[in-house]
């Protein structure tokens, strides 16, 4: 396959320096866009969704630690062994991370926003609005052991 290159489109700045794993909502967190490449316009209209998607890079992981077969989520021997595209993991094949955050204002080149798993300086890779269209349909499910780990992820 040939290689795909990206260039971040801003970075985070957030009040959690390192990727630890819970507590997430308790930090500030915003996303300054590069000024060389955008203006303000490019989020005209943003702060009238109540949420959106942000596409990022978990740049602190070592590319020697990728995990792209299966391991226990968190190393957590409790729990099963599963593949690595059926966790959340960062230690993961391109080390991208998404989360869907709550849009709190927009100010000029910066969105800020609550509930963003990011820490201060990591690049971003794109911005989409959270439609209700696509969130999922029909029923949902997810084992035990996701249930366990999200308890305290972002309290």
């Known amino acids: 396959m040939t290689a795909v ?6 970075l985070v700045r957030s009040t959690r320096k390192e990727p630890t794993d819970d507590g997430w909502d308790a ?10 490449r955008f203006g303000p316009e490019a989020l005209i209209g943003l702060d009238s969704f109540s949420h959106v998607e942000v596409i990022f890079l978990f740049h602190l992981v070592d590319e020697a630690t990728v995990e792209t077969g299966a391991r226990h989520p968190r190393g957590n021997p409790d729990w099963p062994r599963v593949g690595i595209f059926a966790q959340r993991g960062k230690d993961r094949p391109n080390r991208l991370g998404s989360t869907v955050c709550r849009v709190l204002r927009v100010e000029g080149t910066v969105l800020h926003v609550a509930g963003l798993d990011a820490v201060d300086g990591t690049p971003v890779l794109d911005l989409k609005p959270w439609l209700d269209g696509f969130s999922p349909r029909g029923m949902r499910r997810q084992p035990g052991w996701a249930d366990q780990i999200m308890e305290g992820y972002w309290s």
Not at 5 to 10: A, D, F, Q, R, S
Not at 27 to 36: G, H
């Open 27 to 36: 930090e500030l967190a915003s996303i300054a866009l590069d000024t060389s």
């Open 5 to 10: 290159l990206l260039t971040p489109i801003g």
